[in-house]
């Protein structure tokens, strides 16, 4: 029963559930895998925008051309956006006619389109 005082681990009463702190609003840590995740796959999807925007995937952006060397570049650029979650801009939901909300949507997408 909620509101009712409850026998602690050591035997004696805990505090009613009126009584307990409301849980944090973020974890700080959490909140910094989330900062990290978004900057890893801000270039990716900056480029991903171009692709969407002009059918082209601009390979001189990347630091390392060897990572798609043997594999298409767009097929490459969807394979590392595959799961990704961060929602896309109302601009890109509105170039794919609204068919995709997050990054990774759009990425298969697009993916299937190709192959298609």
Same mark, same amino acid.
């Given at each position: #029963?909620? %509101?009712?005082?409850?026998?602690?681990?050591?035997? %004696?009463?805990?505090?009613?559930?009126?009584?307990? @702190?409301? @849980? @944090?609003?973020?974890?700080?840590?959490?909140? !910094?895998? =989330? !900062? !990290? #995740?978004?900057?890893? =796959? %801000?270039?990716?999807?900056? #480029?991903? *925008? /171009?692709?969407?925007? /002009?059918?082209?995937? @601009? /390979?001189?952006?990347?630091?390392?051309?060897?990572?798609?060397? %043997? =594999?298409?570049?767009?097929?490459?650029?969807?394979?590392?956006?595959?799961?990704?979650?961060?929602?896309?801009?109302?601009?890109?939901? *509105?170039?794919?006619?609204? *068919? *995709?909300? /997050?990054?990774?949507?759009?990425?298969?997408?697009?993916?299937? !389109?190709?192959?298609?």
């Amino acid at each position: #029963m909620l %509101g009712m005082a409850r026998w602690g681990g050591d035997g %004696g009463i805990s505090r009613s559930d009126e009584e307990r @702190p409301a @849980p @944090p609003l973020f974890i700080p840590h959490a909140e !910094k895998e =989330h !900062k !990290k #995740m978004i900057s890893r =796959h %801000g270039q990716l999807c900056r #480029m991903f *925008a /171009t692709l969407i925007e /002009t059918d082209r995937v @601009p /390979t001189e952006e990347l630091f390392d051309q060897s990572v798609i060397a %043997g =594999h298409d570049p767009a097929d490459w650029l969807c394979d590392q956006l595959w799961d990704c979650a961060d929602v896309l801009p109302s601009a890109l939901r *509105a170039e794919l006619d609204h *068919a *995709a909300n /997050t990054y990774g949507q759009a990425a298969r997408m697009i993916h299937a !389109k190709r192959e298609g």
